[in-house]
Nanobody, 122 residues
Framework: QEQLVESGGGSVQAGGSLRLSCAASGYTYSTYCMAWFRQAPGKEREGVAFITRDASTTYADSVKGRFTISKDNAKNTLYLEMNNLKPEDTAMYYC????????????????WGKGTLVTISS
């Protein structure tokens, strides 16, 4: 069992930056893939950034060039650096972890955080 707790959400103006954090605890040994998902009201959940155990990354086209996913293994923490934020980035952001070797769009994750809200004003 793995527990994930997100933090760092908030409200920021368009063009601004924000960094989300996800603290992982419990049994993390088998985790191969970690990711950030987001879901806006009335829309489907979207995988925005993925990172594997060996630190290879994949991004959704909508955030490519603006968001950076990274991790600090010593702190068991996942990060999402978000730059040049846009109103369409407004959503609940979720941290997720999975054991699958698939670590890209379409992956089924095994553990989820409760989410942290990001609101971008124009």
């Amino acid at each position: 069992q793995e527990q994930l707790v997100e933090s760092g959400g908030g409200s920021v103006q368009a063009g601004g930056s924000l960094r989300l954090s996800c603290a992982a605890s419990g049994y993390t040994y088998s985790t191969y893939c970690m990711a950030w998902f987001r879901q806006a009201p009335g829309k489907e959940r979207e995988g925005v950034a993925f990172i594997t155990r060996d630190a290879s990354t994949t991004y959704a086209d909508s955030v490519k060039g603006r968001f950076t996913i990274s991790k600090d293994n010593a702190k068991n923490t996942l990060y999402l650096e978000m730059n040049n934020l846009k109103p369409e980035d407004t959503a609940m952001y979720y941290c997720a972890a999975g054991r699958s070797f698939r670590c890209r769009s379409g992956v089924t994750m095994d553990y989820w955080g409760k989410g942290t809200l990001v609101t971008i004003s124009s």
